[in-house]
Every structure is written in C-alpha cells, then in structure tokens.
C-alpha cells in the first residue's frame, strides 16, 4: 500500500461523507470522479506494465578508492525501457540491498527513476563503501506507479546479484631488484632481468674482456666483427612463481565498537592496498605470483596463480570472500600444516600486525620476507 493509496482512500472516505449529507448535483459529480479516477489510473498502468522492461547489470565489475581513507562508489547500473510511445513513467522505484562480503558493511535504500514515453534510460546506483571489499548489490524488487500513486506494480524481481570490487589506490612499492626474484638451481625458463648468473642458455649482457674472465664464455662471433674481445655473461634461472602469503590477522583498536571495527576496517583496508600494489608491480614485470591465505571461517588455505590482471581480478573475488582472524596464533599453525612437504625456497609475507620473531613458525626454510604493510620498511628474515 502506497501514500498515494491512503490519500486516496482518505479522500474518497471523507467524499462519501459529503455525498451522504449534501446530495446535489456539484457532490455527485466529485463523487462519480472519485469513482472513475482510480479505475483510470489502473488502466493506464495496466498498459504500461504490458510494455515495460529491466534489466540490472554491473557495467563495470571493479573500482578503485581515491584516497586509501576516502569512500568509494560501487555502482551498478539499473536499464529501464518504456515501449509504450504515448504513456511515461513517472514514478518507479527499485529496491536495492547490498553488502560488502570482507568489510561486513550493509545497507538498503530506494532508488526513484522516471522514464519518458517510447525511450529507454540507464539509471547508475552508486551505493558507498568505507572500505574495500566484494560489494555484492541486488535490486530485490522494480515497481512502477500510476500518475496519481494510487496503485503500484512489480515490474521485476528477485535479479541477478551484482559484484563489484572496491579497490584502494596502488600505492608505489620499492621491492628491491633481487627481493622478488626467487634464484633456483633447477632448469627454468624464466631469467632475472636484472641480475647475472651462470647460465650460458641464456645470454644477460655482452661486455668487453677483463682479466680473469673464462675463456668458454668469448663471443667469438662478435669478438671478430669488432676487433676486441667480448665476453658473454650468463642469465640467472629463477622459479616460476614468488609465493606470497596473505596475513588475514587484522586487529582493532578503540574505546568503543565503533572505533573498534572501523580500526579493524582501516588496517584491512592497508593489507588490500598493499596486495594490489604489489600485484601490480609484479604484473608489469611479468612475475608470476601464488597468493596463500587462510580462511578461518572455513579452516582451509586457499591458493591463487596470479599473471595477469584478470587473474588479479578472480583472486581478489576468492579473497573477499574469506573472513578475517584477530588471533596471528591460528593463521600461522594452519600456513605450518599447509608447507609441510611442499620445498619453498622463498616466500613474501604480507601482514599489518606485529608477529615478533617470524622463524618459531617455520613458514620458510630458507627465507622469508616479512613485509609490515602499515609502513614503508621490509624485514628479511634468514635462517
């Protein structure tokens, strides 16, 4: 029942009354117009509901905060089109509810529309986000009223729920050349851009001969075009994949809930722009990389290959979906279980709390990268 339809009702109650009371020819007519005029308004949205479409899509499935602490805007887009070449829509309303799945932030709101006689309009609904996460948003219901808000009539419902990815700015990183190229012994068919080694399948740089250099690594060829000797210099193998582990452990600080979960918020907030940042970096550099994360909510590690931005993209999807811990304990007991066998030579561990000493875990034989993502410092740890 609608605003429309109590006033309605309120008029045609207190019409009644006067037509009891007065009964001459001006309180007739008032009454036979309160008779005729909802059956009108029936009629007319009748038409329009014969010839009216929606359609609800996410026409852009990702977006990127402004500034780590300013909101940001999921929007999807609702499409409305109205077939009838001589009725507008003048009045339409959709009912919207949304959640961030990592963030935990919910909401719902109504959103108005109105559409013209014969067009079609895109309707964008922003729906605010604090921090980032998977904004799953899904109109639950489309209704359209008569000119009078009498009568109201669902259009659509139940659509399809929309995803959208809220993102934090990327944040530029300095990993160091040598930090994020994991060496190996082993054949591979990735080489270090930036540092030489001693495999002669593949050539690093040509330099002229020094003393000292080995004669087996002349480049006799070129050595007889130019006149001098030059000497070959060995690439440096390295792995396929830098294995990256994801600290879901976020605490909160604060006197109150409130203070306590946006706390909670902003330091997730830090931990999501620093994965993003460095993602990037090494996707421009075309490093592969192997997200490692534990879902307490589930109590099973999770991984993710990551080479390009759309897998960047279905990692972050799987990512939001796991709940995070307060307890560093739980998280470093469940990555123990889950290495146990598997040779990482070197991993990076990305976290926004304090661990203390990282090498009672055993997380990595050999190296482990401890990067603190609530400032600029990264701690290497060796054994």
Excluded at 30 to 47: C, N, R, T, W
Excluded at 274 to 293: C, L, R, T
Aim: glycine letters at 6%.
């Amino acid at each position: 029942m609608t605003v429309g339809t109590l006033l309605y009702a309120l008029l045609l109650f207190i019409g009644m009354v006067v037509f009891v009371f007065y009964r001459e020819y001006g309180t007739i007519a008032v009454m036979g117009l309160l008779v005729i005029l909802p059956i009108a308004m029936l009629l007319f949205l009748l038409i329009l509901r014969l010839r009216f479409k929606v359609t609800v899509d996410a026409k852009n499935p990702m977006t990127e905060k402004d500034a780590i602490d300013r909101p940001a805007r999921a929007t999807i887009t609702l499409s409305v089109e109205n077939g009838n070449t001589v009725l507008p829509v003048t009045k339409g309303i959709a009912r919207v509810r949304y959640q961030n799945t990592f963030s935990k932030e919910a909401g719902k709101m109504n959103v108005r529309f109105s559409v013209d006689a014969g067009k079609k309009r895109d309707r964008r609904i922003p729906v605010v986000m604090n921090h980032c996460g998977n904004v799953a948003i899904k109109v639950e219901k489309v209704r359209i009223f008569d000119y009078l808000s009498i009568f109201a009539w669902t259009v659509g419902k139940k659509f399809e729920t929309q995803n959208v990815l809220v993102l934090p700015p990327v944040k530029e990183m300095y990993l160091g050349k040598n930090r994020w190229y994991n060496e190996t012994s082993e054949d591979s068919d990735r080489f270090s851009l930036y540092k030489k080694g001693d495999d002669p399948s593949e050539i690093f740089d040509i330099r002229e001969h020094t003393d000292g250099d080995k004669i087996q690594r002349i480049h006799w060829k070129l050595s007889s075009k130019t006149g001098s000797l030059m000497v070959k210099e060995g690439s440096l193998p390295l792995t396929r994949v830098v294995n990256i582990f994801v600290d879901l452990c976020v605490m909160s600080e604060g006197k109150n809930r409130r203070e306590k979960r946006e706390s909670r918020g902003t330091n997730a907030d830090r931990l999501v722009q620093g994965v993003y940042s460095i993602a990037m970096f090494m996707i421009e550099h075309a490093i592969p990389q192997n997200y490692i994360w534990y879902n307490n909510h589930t109590g099973l590690v999770h991984e993710r290959l990551v080479e390009n931005e759309e897998d960047l993209v279905w990692m972050f999807q799987d990512l939001f979906k796991s709940s995070i811990t307060e307890n560093p304990d739980e998280l470093a007991e469940a990555y123990l279980a889950w290495k146990e066998g598997r040779p990482l030579e070197s991993a990076l561990y990305l976290t926004v709390v304090d661990h203390g000493d990282m090498e009672q875990y055993g997380l990595v034989r050999e190296r482990l990268e401890v990067m603190d993502l609530r400032g600029e410092e990264l701690e290497e740890t060796e054994q």
